[in-house]
T-cell receptor, first 112, second 114 residues
Framework: DVKVTQSSRYLVKRTGEKVFLECVQD?????MFWYRQDPGLGLRLIYF???????EKGDIPEGYSVSREKKERFSLILESASTNQTSMYLC???????????FGPGTRLTVL | AQSVTQLDSQVPVFEEAPVELRCNYS??????LFWYVQYPNQGLQLLLK??????LVKGINGFEAEFNKSQTSFHLRKPSVHISDTAEYFC????????????FGKGTTLSVSS
């Protein structure tokens, strides 16, 4: 089975802190994605990556950055966390040439 | 650009009743279509997908969906729901190109009661 894991299920941080959310997949997928999920807004794409060291902005990249140094790992970075970044963050991965995405369990981030 | 509209934000239904969750999409090119389910405090799980071929697609847990190109719709149906089907359901679309990102609808909360 494809497995996508996220480093934390729940995270509480203070305004202004630097926050790292880690995602690891074990199926050798080329593509990896970060979404945030908010009630009534569905899933919105923050960043995605088609290959190691490659990244593309999604619909809402402001306030976020990403890092992909290894194929299996995709990190989302909040350089200076703000209260409006309180949300559920979902990581996903897929094979190149195949659009079905596999999701991790999510990280619920609260910024105080 | 592509977009997805889920026409109902909440659908309450009684156990063993049929249900339809509606999804319309907009795209000027051919698309792939997906339905995902999210149970409370979990990630998303693929229910079914349409890539090509037969327009009636069967998925897990007794769900099915029909791709209607003329109506640009991909409605999800189940003939008889269970309490355990209570969850949030997301329709998603991507263009017919390898490796592109999915665009999600805002979700429909299905609440099944006894």
């Amino acid at each position: 089975d494809v497995k996508v894991t996220q480093s934390s299920r729940y995270l509480v941080k203070r305004t202004g802190e630097k926050v790292f959310l880690e995602c690891v997949q074990d199926m050798d997928h080329e593509n990896m994605f970060w979404y945030r999920q908010d009630p009534g807004l569905g899933l919105r794409l923050i960043y995605f990556s088609y290959d190691v060291k490659m990244k593309e902005k999604g619909d809402i990249p402001e306030g976020y950055s990403v890092s992909r140094e290894k194929k299996e790992r995709f990190s989302l970075i909040l350089e200076s966390a703000s209260t409006n970044q309180t949300s559920m963050y979902l990581c996903a991965s897929s094979f190149r040439g195949y659009n079905e995405q596999f999701f991790g369990p999510g990280t619920r981030l609260t910024v105080l | 650009a592509q977009s997805v509209t889920q026409l109902d934000s909440q659908v309450p239904v009684f156990e063993e009743a049929p249900v339809e969750l509606r999804c319309n999409y907009s795209s000027s090119v051919s698309v792939y279509l997906f339905w995902y389910v999210q149970y409370p405090n979990q990630g998303l799980q693929l229910l079914l997908k349409y890539l090509s071929g037969s327009t009636l697609v069967k998925g897990i847990n007794g769900f099915e969906a029909e791709f209607n190109k003329s109506q640009t719709s991909f409605h999800l149906r189940k003939p008889s729901v269970h309490i355990s089907d209570t969850a949030e359901y997301f329709c998603a679309v991507s263009v017919n190109q390898a490796g592109t990102a999915l665009i999600f609808g805002k979700g429909t909360t299905l609440s099944v009661s006894s």
